[in-house]
């Protein structure tokens, strides 16, 4: 793995933690929290996974 890639991943991480304390704000319960945190940990890995699709094949 590249360090390009790496970083990558690493932002996509700090996105992610970023964007949890913003909900927790907002009140909601923790069980929300998580499935919001999951669906976008699933929404970033499949563009992530289909850009890397996409460049192993072009």
């Known amino acids: 793995?590249?360090?390009d890639r790496i970083v990558a991943l690493v932002a996509?991480?700090?996105m992610l933690v970023l964007v949890v304390p913003g909900l927790a704000r907002r009140g909601?319960?923790?069980q929300r929290i998580?499935?919001?945190a999951?669906?976008?940990a699933v929404i970033f890995?499949?563009?992530?996974?289909?850009?890397m699709v996409?460049?192993?094949t072009g």
């Open 12 to 14: 996509i991480a700090a």
């Open 45 to 51: 890995l499949a563009v992530t996974a289909a850009i």
């Open 1 to 3: 793995m590249s360090g």
């Open 54 to 56: 996409l460049r192993a």
């Open 28 to 30: 909601l319960p923790a």
């Open 38 to 40: 999951l669906i976008w």
């Open 34 to 36: 998580v499935k919001l």
